[in-house]
């Protein structure tokens, strides 16, 4: 899969199949979409193209709002490079281009910039300036500029029961198993490991501080996690907290990660964390003396969920 940033600098000597949309959390419904889209281009012999905004149009058009993104644009661009696809435009958005009509998008985007002889959409998709577009103008357009639109259906979405609101709702809960479901892979956290107090080594589990500079990315419920890391080319595995350490009387939301078994200097390097199980909320704790006999009996309960499961 070739990346391409902004739309002007794609070219290609093949007309294209394309898809849009955000594609938060590149669920299984997302993945609906891509396959059908990735298959029907090789079929025809046609490159398949997945068009996304970045920034989200709502960071950019409501700043006030806040915004919770189940991947950042980084994880999903590792992610739709497991699809087959064979481009990823990332266009940036900004309020010049919203204010591009629904005629412009197609004519001037779809039709000469991307050569587009097919578009496969999701059900109730809208574009362009104040989302004006729709499958009626969309179909219109097509007859105009001689390309196909194929909009998958409401049923056929609906039948994996899959949205990114659904999974934000469990992960906000502290339901990782239905929001892995949903997904289909592990909620990931990724950032840069960074310098911490250095109290975990002082009680025996030491710590990895994550820090992550995507100020969008949902994190999860806070808590106790079992995780999974891949350093080295290799598979470690652990337990993550996230949230305030009360028994130290943390004034801010921190994300530590103790790896089993694993006793390598990770300072400033960046490290993708896989969820895996959630263990159980935080807890404020009377003493350190409490808080260490906690940790014991979570390693325990973590190792044995690794041994079992996976």
């Known amino acids: 899969m070739k990346i391409v940033q902004d739309i002007s600098n794609f070219t290609s000597d093949s007309q294209t199949f394309v898809t849009i949309g955000t594609f938060d959390g590149v669920h299984y419904g997302h993945q609906k979409i891509i396959e059908k889209l990735v298959f029907e281009a090789k079929k025809a012999n046609k490159k398949s193209v997945l068009l996304t905004f970045f920034p989200h149009p709502r960071m950019v058009l409501q ?3 806040s915004i919770e993104m189940i991947t950042t644009i980084d994880e999903r661009a590792f992610l739709l490079e497991k699809t087959g696809l064979d481009y990823l435009i990332i266009h940036p958005f900004s309020k010049e281009f919203s204010r591009t009509s629904a005629l412009e998008f197609v004519r001037d985007i779809l039709v000469n ?6 578009l496969i959409i999701g059900y109730d998709h809208h574009f362009g300036k104040n989302r004006e577009g729709n499958i009626i103008q969309l ?3 097509s007859h105009v ?19 990114s609101t659904k999974i934000r709702r469990a992960l906000h809960a502290g339901n990782l198993k239905t929001a892995n479901n949903y997904l289909g892979y592990y909620f990931m956290l990724n950032g840069n490991v960074v310098n911490g107090k250095k109290l975990g080594g002082k009680i025996g589990y030491p710590t990895a501080n994550i820090d992550i500079k995507e100020a969008y990315k949902l994190i999860p419920k806070t808590g106790v996690y079992v995780v999974k890391s891949t350093i080295d080319k290799e598979e470690v595995f652990g337990m993550m907290n996230i949230g305030n350490r009360p028994t130290v009387n943390g004034n801010h939301q921190t994300i530590e990660v103790h790896f089993f078994d694993f006793n390598k200097d990770l300072y400033h390097q960046n490290l993708t964390i896989e969820l895996l199980y959630f263990l159980r909320d935080e807890q404020k704790f009377e003493s350190l003396e409490l808080l260490i006999y906690q940790l014991k009996k979570d390693e325990l309960i973590a190792r044995d969920y690794i041994k079992n499961n996976l």
């Not at 910039?113 to 097919?118: A, D, G, H, P, V």
């Not at 500029?145 to 949205?163: C, G, H, L, N, R």
């Open 145 to 163: 500029y001689d390309f196909k639109v194929e909009e998958i259906p409401a049923q056929d979405i609906d039948d994996v029961s899959v949205s």
């Open 113 to 118: 910039q991307l050569n587009i002889s097919k």
């Open 139 to 141: 179909t219109e357009y």
């Open 63 to 65: 700043k006030e709002a």
